[in-house]
């Protein structure tokens, strides 16, 4: 139970933090600094607990599940692509990152024109 308190709270406060920094910078520049970011800190955040604490687990869900998620799920995508080539499934990786962009915006795409249907 703590553990999805956490998570809706670091969500909550990652969104926050997203839009601060996102608007302060301005454009879809600050939507990339944010991604860049997150990547970095997700990068910094599985590492260290993974290797140099014993955070309990609700903790390590708030930081990187609830507040890096809530900040940019990219962190994420770069993890998943990380760890994925780390494991040595380097074709499973490249399928896992052009895949993902290629279909994310077929998605967008296909979102924004049944969307101008629904008008």
Do not use: P
């Not at 600094?33 to 604490?53: P, R, Y």
């Not at 692509?81 to 993902?100: I, K, Q």
Request: with cysteine.
């Amino acid at each position: 139970m703590y553990g999805l308190l956490g998570i809706f709270i670091g969500g909550g406060a990652g969104s926050v933090l997203r839009h601060l920094l996102a608007s302060r910078i301005g454009s879809h520049w600050g939507i990339m600094t944010v991604n860049i970011l997150g990547a970095l800190c997700i990068g910094i955040l599985f590492e260290w607990l993974g290797s140099k604490t014993n955070l309990r687990q609700e903790w390590r869900a708030f930081l990187m599940t609830g507040l890096l998620g809530g900040f940019t799920t990219f962190s994420t995508y770069m993890l998943d692509f990380g760890l994925l080539v780390n494991n040595h499934r380097s074709t499973e990786a490249v399928l896992y990152l052009l895949g993902s962009l290629v279909a994310g915006v077929s998605g967008l795409f296909a979102g924004m024109a049944l969307g101008r249907l629904a008008v």
